[in-house]
């Protein structure tokens, strides 16, 4: 995700919390059906989910909203739920005149936003902003509103001209939509305030984003094609299905949703069936047919959700939910008299239309806070890693067993390493992974073999990562790419020299922004790598006192034009800050900000905050961990980083004000958590305690 325009004075503001009880009070009968686990698999640990996480599943009393006519197409993110409803003014079925509303599950409030003699439908929802199709100017363009100003005002057109636009889809860093005119796909850039189209895109049929990563298929004969594409990163899309080995009873895309790189597409036919694809590690996978049909699927993280015709298309539809790895199939809905239609998921809720005319209604899980890690610090790491970065390769839809992956390897016993790579391995997309100074645990070298990377890159010289360790990684046939400088600090510089050429690569203009953090301690560098990821800035490490002479001189090389200082004066003095100052002020760049607040924990809540504020980073996942030690959480650092999260701070055995703050004020916008570490290092009494404080 790119760095936002939002201005910067979100620091220190909290939200206040206004509460507002939803009552749930029909108990949905729960069918479980034993299955094969998918590709995708469980959660790689120990705590891995199980049906005791999902006991119930339970439904409102009736619509969220009352007095609209016609509410259709509902979309969830966070605490908002956008829909559009039939004008009143509105006296014949065929005249246009749907408005957008939407509802803040925090405030239990709502608002509509008609335009007389116009049309507005289509919505969707994500980082606080709502994008639909509006024909107020006569022919169908794009629009905005922000729901987190406090008066939105009238939407902004992003996508206009003498054509139709329409059916948007929105990430918190882009918007993306059909130009009926060219058949192909358009986008807007929130951080670039820019419109560009997306390459071979013409004859699209279905597409969604999420983040910076768009999916569309085209139209074909004789079948559709699937592609993926980074926005504005990547010079041509590429196909991911069919692939060599389509399956050919269902050769057209039908409806496509994407979320955490997963698309879950589905495949034309009465008898239709869905198929989940991994666009990290080309992978496919069929879900059972469940001897039903399977249409319109939406999905978030490993929870699917799909409507289901009873017998034949003239029934009534019925929503079942599944969560991969959980082996159990969930009736959302349980009503054989209406007609549910049009899910959307987020985190533990779902929306979705009921009845013949709509209305919207919402089902509710438990807030979810998964719980991963292994035998110690090294197994932890490799645990992370099988969670986030799943099999696939030899399920690849290219037919290859071989992939192009890096693995970031770090010493274990020291942290200072791990933390500047975060954003290069979340970058990368690749796992990071630890190991000790003179041999590489075995637990490691089974996690290279399942991996299969073409290369791993050491972060550390031979003092901390020993030559014997990277000679046993080259005889398995990988790349070595070793990192390293005379100290942590000459380290976190060359690390963000290599960071900063992978995104030149990678196509991303970076805007000469750095994060700076003590480096002589863990926890204030450990939050802040998932941030830097997110607005694509490298972490340069510093004493106290004052720039360490490799750092001071890189700021001079590359003429840094901004900066954010992480910590308060105790973890980077007044006088390392005024270094900073000096060098952007002689860029004619305003001072450098400083993130930080009374603690660790409070530190990482305020860094959390920040980067969520300038939609850096979105709360569908926060990652947890103890900042009493650092092992644990520098994998997950990483995997947070890549997937576009926080990271947040603990103590072992209790929640500290910091966090509840932080969790309070954030309960229905945080979508699941991770905790990072077993009972011994972050207690089920505190994990429990996260959990009870989101909604």
């Known amino acids: 995700m790119r760095r936002d325009d939002v201005s910067a004075t979100c620091k220190g503001a909290h939200e206040r919390r206004e509460m507002k009880e939803l009552v749930f009070v029909k108990r949905v009968y729960v069918c479980v059906l034993a299955i094969a686990l998918l590709a995708l698999g469980p959660p790689g640990s120990a705590g891995a989910l199980t049906n005791e996480d999902y006991p119930k599943f339970y439904l409102d009393r009736g619509p ?90 009238s939407g902004r057109l992003i996508g206009g001209g003498p054509a139709t636009q329409e059916r948007p889809r929105i990430s918190a860093s882009h918007a993306v939509w059909k130009n009926l005119a060219t058949d192909s796909l358009e986008y807007w850039d929130f951080a670039a305030q820019m419109m560009s189209t997306v390459p071979e895109s013409t004859g699209v049929e279905h597409w969604d984003v999420d983040g910076d990563m768009v999916v569309f298929s ?159 610090r090294y197994a932890t790491a490799v645990q992370i890693s099988k969670a986030y970065f799943p099999d696939g390769p030899a399920n690849g839809w290219d037919g290859n067993i071989t992939n192009s992956y890096t693995v970031v390897l770090a010493t274990g016993e020291n942290f200072p390493d791990a933390l500047a790579a975060t954003p290069l391995a979340a970058q990368m997309g690749a796992p990071l992974l630890l190991t000790r100074g003179a ?103 510093t004493p106290p006192a004052a720039l360490p002479r490799s750092v001071n001189d890189w700021f001079v090389d590359v003429e840094i034009e901004d900066a954010v200082i992480i910590g308060g004066v105790t973890a980077v003095s007044e006088h390392a800050k005024a270094q900073v100052d000096g060098h952007l002020a002689w860029m004619s760049s305003p001072p450098s900000e400083r993130w930080y607040g009374n603690d660790r924990y409070a530190t990482a809540a305020q860094i959390a905050r920040n980067a969520y504020y300038l939609r850096a980073l979105d709360f569908d996942m926060i990652g947890i961990a103890t900042g009493e030690n650092f092992p644990d959480a520098l994998g997950g650092g990483a995997a947070c980083g890549y997937y576009g999260s926080p990271l947040l701070l603990t103590r072992n055995t209790a929640v500290p004000a910091g966090l509840t703050d932080f969790l309070t004020t954030h309960e229905y916008r945080i979508g699941r958590g991770d905790v990072f570490g077993g009972p011994d290092v972050v207690s089920e009494a505190t994990r429990s305690g996260i959990r009870a404080r989101l909604k």
Request: hydrophobic share 40%.
């Open 64 to 153: 969220l909203k009352v007095g609209l006519q016609w509410q259709q197409n509902p979309e969830i993110e966070g605490e908002f739920i956008v829909y559009q409803y039939r004008n009143p003014y509105a006296s014949d079925p065929d005249e246009q005149f749907w408005n957008i509303a939407f509802h803040n599950l925090r405030t239990g409030t709502g608002t509509n936003y008609p335009i007389l003699a116009s049309d507005q439908k289509n919505p969707d929802v994500a980082a606080g902003r709502v994008v639909y199709e509006s024909r107020q100017s006569g022919n169908g363009d794009i629009y905005y509103l922000d729901l987190r100003e406090g008066s939105p005002g």
């Open 218 to 376: 085209v139209d074909g004969n004789p079948q559709d094609t699937l592609y993926s594409w980074r926005l504005g990163e990547m010079a041509y899309p590429v196909e991911v299905y069919p692939g060599l080995t389509p399956l050919a009873s269902y050769p057209d895309i039908e409806h496509v949703r994407l979320h955490a790189m997963r698309a879950y597409v589905q495949l034309s036919g009465f008898n239709s069936r869905t198929a989940l694809i991994d666009l990290r590690w080309r992978s496919r996978t069929y879900l059972p047919d469940f001897s039903q049909q399977m249409t319109r699927p939406n999905l978030f993280d490993r929870s699917l959700v799909w409507e289901r015709w009873e017998t034949d298309p003239d029934a009534n539809r019925a929503l079942h939910f599944f969560i991969v790895g959980v082996n159990s199939v969930l009736d959302a809905t349980n009503d054989d008299t209406q007609n549910f239609t049009r899910p959307s998921l987020f985190g533990n809720r779902l929306v979705y239309q009921a009845g013949s005319i709509g209305d919207i209604w919402m089902a509710a899980d438990k807030p979810r806070v998964d719980r991963t890690y292994g035998a110690d």
């Open 439 to 541: 041999s590489l645990p075995q637990v490691v070298i089974d996690e290279l073999e399942r991996l299969k990377p073409w290369r791993v890159m050491v972060v550390g010289g031979k003092d901390v990562v020993s030559q014997a360790v990277v000679d046993e990684i080259a005889a398995m046939g990988a790349k070595i790419d070793r990192v390293a400088g005379d100290d942590r600090y000459e380290t976190s510089v060359e690390v963000a020299q290599k960071y900063v050429q992978q995104l030149g690569f990678d196509g991303v203009v970076w805007d000469k922004g750095v994060f700076v953090a003590r480096g002589d301690a863990f926890p204030d560098a450990l939050a802040a790598g998932p941030a830097a990821a997110g607005m694509h800035r490298p972490v340069l490490l």
